[in-house]
């Protein structure tokens, strides 16, 4: 059973950044594809951006392009998601996923595993 642990959330202005890390125990973390998902109060959960067991292939959804980006330290059976220019629409909890597999998938069905979230609030 693959466990998810995720941290570095907080409270940040507009602008700035955050690095948000999931630490994955339990399983190989090399044979997951990882991803970031967040939920704002009152709506579902939202795909955010997903990279492939190398690390070679990553996709994002459309409002974090560019700003975002994910990456992955098979070493440390760790993924990260680097956050910077943050808006107020970014708050949210941010949770990590894992799927057993091979290619990078948007929605929460696709997920077999979660963490716990962790908070990321952006002030105006």
């Known amino acids: 059973q693959v466990q998810l642990v995720e941290s570095g959330g907080g409270l940040v202005q507009a602008g700035g950044s955050l690095r948000l890390s999931c630490a994955a125990s339990g399983g190989t973390f090399n044979g997951l594809v990882m991803a970031w998902f967040r939920q704002a109060p009152g709506s579902e959960r939202k795909f955010v951006a997903a990279?492939?067991?190398?690390?070679?292939?990553?996709d994002y959804r459309d409002a974090v392009q560019g700003r975002f980006t994910i990456s992955r330290d098979n070493a440390k059976n760790t993924v990260y998601l680097e956050m910077n220019s943050l808006k107020p629409d970014d708050t949210a909890v941010y949770y990590c996923?894992?799927?057993?597999?091979?290619?990078?998938?948007?929605?929460?069905?696709?997920?077999?595993?979660w963490g716990q979230g962790t908070q990321v609030t952006v002030s105006s």
């Open positions: 990279i492939t067991r190398n690390g070679h292939n990553t």
């Open positions: 996923a894992a799927r057993t597999g091979i290619t990078v998938l948007p929605t929460t069905a696709d997920y077999d595993y």
